[in-house]
């Protein structure tokens, strides 16, 4: 793994953020296997927003090679400057386009799933025989409300990101643009310089 040379900005802010992310579901079919599995799109969704949230952005590059291999730069960069990256090399199935844009769609979504810590949803495998099998959870409420005034209430902007991170988890589609839209709002109050 690589760093900038400080990374006390956005540590903090990976952990808000990993706070978020729960896992990827797993809603695309892999008709050779028959089973279930997280594509890019869902990877994406699983870990964006709460990156985001947290002032990160991710950045995946592929870059040239002479090896006939793929090799892809995922970086997370914060909104301080700090960054941490990584570059994953596979090899490629075809040394053709197809194979490259295969290679491609595969290698972002394992490369952005690793970075960031999230997991695949188990529905298969093993919650099907039973084993490992988690405890049902009853589903924590979400009130808009509270949330509302848990962001407004935020006095710096860890302890908002932290909010947020929190009210994230449990924010119905539904309330997740007026959620963020609030986090942004509060965000840019606090940026604002505090007059003497």
């Not at 997280?38 to 592929?62: F, H, M, R």
């Not at 970075?115 to 049902?136: E, F, H, K, L, P």
């Not at 908002?160 to 929190?166: D, E, R």
Request: with cysteine.
């Amino acid at each position: 793994m690589k760093h900038s040379e400080s990374i006390k900005a956005i540590a903090p802010a990976l952990l808000a953020a990993q706070k978020a992310i729960e896992f990827a579901k797993k809603d695309s079919n892999n008709p050779h296997f028959k089973s279930k599995y997280a594509d890019l799109s869902a990877v994406v969704e699983a870990v964006k927003p709460a990156l985001n949230a947290a002032g990160i952005v991710y950045i995946q590059t592929a870059s040239p090679s002479d090896d006939g291999k793929l090799h892809l730069t995922t970086t997370l960069m914060h909104e301080s400057g700090e960054w941490i990256g990584d570059t994953l090399v596979m090899p490629l199935p075809k040394q053709d386009p197809q194979g490259y844009g295969s290679a491609l769609t595969y290698g972002r979504r394992y490369a952005l799933a690793a970075i960031t810590g999230v997991y695949q949803d188990d529905d298969d495998g093993n919650a099907a025989s039973g084993v490992g099998q988690r405890q049902a959870k009853a589903t924590p409420s979400f009130d808009y409300d509270e949330a509302e005034a848990a962001i407004t209430a935020a006095t710096e902007i860890p302890a908002l990101q932290a909010a947020f991170a929190g009210f994230w988890k449990v924010c119905p589609r539904n309330s997740q643009a007026a959620l963020k839209a609030a986090y942004d709002t509060r965000k840019e109050q606090l940026s604002q310089p505090q007059e003497a």
